[in-house]
């Protein structure tokens, strides 16, 4: 069950991806509002950078604040590090202590020279052909917490959720305004298929013939080969007409 904490989170995460446009300007205001909720929590700054991997290519996309990209960007430029790790595992990966963990001593150098001391890779799934990570950077260590750690996976847990819906719902209403357009070029072609006919007293498979060697010698789409033909007939704009 979840608790009022996680249902204001929900509905937050809800109204972020509903005053958004795409995926990255989505990932840029989830940065801002993890990092301020987990500063909140933690009683200290915590900043967050996102690292987006598509095509097993990985780039930054965001960052709750300017030095949050800088610092992100560290681990691009080095190829690997805690967020990669967590993109690698699609799991949680923490940097407690930068002075005594020893999986990336060339990365923990460059974060120590910024001021970071501890950092935290969370998952959150986009899609088929995409996997994103949150990068949290703590300015000291003991910062992410089991309660931290909980928080941030929730947040990603949750904004993954509603980005897979929002992607399904995307391509279904690609998918269906595609059919609907090829319903409508299909009318046209069928009603200049039937002008063709009664203008040569030929078949319909004649007639699809005429307009299949005028669309060939033209280089024209059949389909704007029939607007041509019914644009010719009529100054009407032709449409399909789907019954409610």
Not at 10 to 39: C, H, I, K, P, Y
Not at 49 to 55: A, E, M, S, Y
Request: some cysteine.
């Amino acid at each position: 069950m979840i608790n009022n904490a996680g249902d204001e989170a929900a509905l937050q995460l809800q109204d972020l991806l509903m005053g958004t446009e795409n995926v990255e300007d989505f990932l840029g205001r989830l940065a801002e509002f993890s990092a301020a909720t987990l500063s909140h929590a933690a009683g200290a700054e915590i900043e967050c950078g996102v690292t987006l991997q598509r095509r097993k290519k990985t780039m930054t996309v965001a960052g709750s604040s300017p030095r949050a990209v800088i610092l992100d960007r560290i681990e691009q430029s080095l190829g690997d590090g805690p967020c990669i790790e967590a993109l690698r595992t699609r799991s949680v990966v923490l940097l407690a202590d930068v002075d005594t963990d020893p999986r990336w001593p060339d990365y923990q150098v460059q974060l120590a020279a910024q001021g970071v001391r501890s950092t935290l890779g969370v998952p959150l799934e986009i899609g088929e052909d995409a996997i994103a990570a949150l990068n949290f950077f703590g300015s000291d260590t003991g910062l992410f917490t089991e309660d931290i750690i909980a928080n941030a996976s929730g947040f990603a847990d949750l904004a993954g959720r509603s980005l897979r819906l929002a992607v399904r719902i995307g391509t279904a209403q690609s998918r269906a305004e595609d059919l609907q357009a090829a319903m409508e070029h299909r009318t046209s072609i069928d009603l200049a298929c039937g002008v063709v006919m009664a203008q040569n007293r030929c078949s319909q498979e004649e007639a699809m013939s005429i307009l299949s060697r005028v669309s060939s010698n033209r280089n024209q789409k059949l389909r704007d080969v029939a607007a041509e033909v019914l644009r010719n007939l009529t100054a009407d704009e032709v449409r399909t007409h789907f019954d409610a």
